[in-house]
């Protein structure tokens, strides 16, 4: 008997188990359900507020028309252009062109320069505070000054030269 006992209160437990899970499903199906309803209220409540929005924008937009169209009416008196004020080429526009006023003020008038050698230069020389000298001067050998101009200093700058001591050196070494 108390195997039988002991296989009812098995027996009972399963069923009451397999009852909770049967249930559990049951409620779960249900709250996804609700959800789904929500989920689709939420939207419906979306685009209601969305249609809302676009009504308001178009009252006031015809708001604004009316009101613009009132005003213009009342205090301005615009027209919308007529074919008759259209201008049909260049000669109609010339037409309507008419010649100074003897108290215009005069036309603005742009200043030129006359045309410069390549001696001169249109920047004063830039002069060292320290010696008083032009910067663009180089000093020969033979104590004579002459400008450096554009060419000469790119002339220089694309060859590399060496020290004096370095072709001496070079030279030595050249002939030993």
């Given at each position: 008997m108390?195997l039988?006992?002991?296989?009812?209160?098995?027996?009972?437990?399963?069923?009451?188990?397999?009852?909770?899970?049967?249930?559990?499903?049951?409620?779960?199906?249900?709250?996804?359900?609700?959800?789904?309803?929500?989920?689709?209220?939420?939207?419906?409540?979306?685009?209601?507020k969305?249609?809302?929005?676009?009504?308001?924008?178009?009252?006031?937009t015809?708001?604004?028309?009316?009101?613009?169209?009132?005003?213009?009416?009342?205090?301005?008196?615009?027209?919308?252009?007529?074919?008759?004020?259209?201008?049909?080429?260049?000669?109609?526009?010339?037409?309507?062109?008419?010649?100074?006023?003897?108290?215009?003020p005069?036309?603005?008038?742009?200043?030129?320069a006359?045309?410069?050698?390549?001696?001169?230069?249109?920047f004063?020389?830039?002069?060292?505070?320290?010696?008083?000298?032009?910067?663009a001067?180089?000093?020969?050998?033979?104590?004579?000054?002459?400008?450096?101009?554009?060419?000469?200093?790119?002339?220089?700058?694309?060859?590399?030269?060496?020290?004096?001591?370095?072709?001496?050196?070079?030279?030595?070494?050249?002939?030993?």
């Amino acid at each position: 008997m108390n195997l039988t006992r002991d296989r009812l209160h098995s027996i009972g437990w399963v069923a009451l188990l397999v009852t909770c899970a049967v249930l559990t499903l049951v409620l779960m199906v249900r709250v996804n359900a609700v959800k789904s309803e929500v989920q689709l209220a939420q939207r419906q409540i979306n685009a209601l507020k969305q249609e809302r929005l676009e009504l308001e924008t178009e009252f006031l937009t015809r708001a604004n028309q009316q009101q613009l169209r009132n005003l213009n009416a009342l205090e301005f008196g615009y027209q919308a252009p007529t074919a008759g004020q259209y201008i049909e080429g260049e000669r109609q526009l010339a037409a309507l062109g008419k010649g100074r006023s003897p108290d215009a003020p005069s036309p603005i008038r742009v200043a030129s320069a006359a045309a410069l050698s390549e001696d001169d230069s249109i920047f004063p020389a830039m002069v060292s505070p320290l010696t008083g000298r032009a910067m663009a001067a180089e000093v020969r050998d033979d104590g004579a000054r002459r400008v450096i101009k554009p060419a000469d200093l790119t002339d220089r700058l694309s060859k590399v030269e060496r020290p004096a001591a370095e072709k001496a050196s070079a030279r030595e070494a050249g002939r030993e």
